[in-house]
């Protein structure tokens, strides 16, 4: 068969929360000449995203529709059917699903299967080699730094794996006007993570030193920007949640909670402080000065490791005594957010090989690292997990039975949202 020759590329997402959504959308943009918005869709499971969350993105007036994994098939499959096959399928998912969701893709065996993309949405600072290997089969794996790329290559080359699917990019939500300071205007923001850090009384440390910031300093402003409100989740669960810390604190009126767009805080931050999150990479993108917390250590589960060398270390204390970190340049340049002008250029590469790949006769299968002969052991496990199977005599799901269904979803979600959190809170006592 012809490759595909349209000159309208369809592009499909799937992604398993809201972070990732937004980075699914933005990178099809990026890396395709597709004008028409990618078809949508997010994964049904604990962190699925509420309405709100999805919207905050702000990538897209469209809101993707919800799905199981087997849903996500058998739409593939029916496009397909319908002479509407995606051209371009973009995997922003957890490292397991991905490569559930690329034996599912195998075994539909479409006529001519899609390109298929995946990568991570921020910082990769944990589960380095399983992750990876677990998105191998892809025919890109997007690195977001030179850094990234570098690191990528090595795993896949040092077990035998190809490494021609890993392709340099960058972070696709990178953007925004540089940093201008206002005058009168002296803002700290605090870019908050689910699950870092992750004890009640770390989180604690971390709200008391915000608070007591903004009492020392009475003419700045102190916001917090969470990611969720309570009974939402992200990525990561989210145990302590600040909102409810703060209930047994006494903040003055300079300090504030806040949501809404990550893009339109930095608007008008002055200093960006976080322990690990890519909002930091955003930030020091645009040029706003920007602290990386050390009050917890500097510690791989923390994530701030990440960022040794990066001349942006700094405690409380020193942040309460006036100091504003200076990146360091040479690290700055191999994490991808270099001010050189290079940052637009960044996409060309994959660019370039997904429209490589568009144009070929056919595709090559679907060839992942993890095989019932590499990993019989562990490989069968997230299959199962995952329940994938499709088949074409697949009876059509009453309305009894959708109805069952969604029940059982919304007790799922409350299980593990409301209820697990306490009865773990429980178990430390």
Known sequence: MQGSNREAVRVAVLADSDTRWKWG???????????AEPTGFVLRGRATPTARQLAETGVSTTAPREVTGAEFLRAVRDAEARGEGYDVVVLALVGGTVRAVLQGLADLGPERRPVIVTGYVGVVYEKLTDGLLLRHGADVVLANSRHDAERFR????GVGAGADSVVEAALPFLGGAPYAPEAGRDTLVFAAQPSVPATRAERAHVLRRLISHARLHPGREVLLK?????GEHTTHLEEFPFQKLVRELAPPANFRLVYGHMGEVLDRTDLLVTVSSTAALEALHRRIPTAILTDLGVREALGNHHFVGSGLLASFDRLDQGLVPTPDETWLSRQGVASDGSYERAFDAARDRVAELLALPALPPIAPYYTAETAPGYLPGILARHRLDVTASEPRESGLRRIVREAARGAYRHGVQRVAPVIRRLGEL
């Open 154 to 157: 090595a795993v896949y080359e």
């Open 25 to 35: 959308a933005l990178t099809a943009r990026r890396i395709t000449t597709a004008t």
């Open 226 to 230: 969470l990611r969720s409100k309570p």
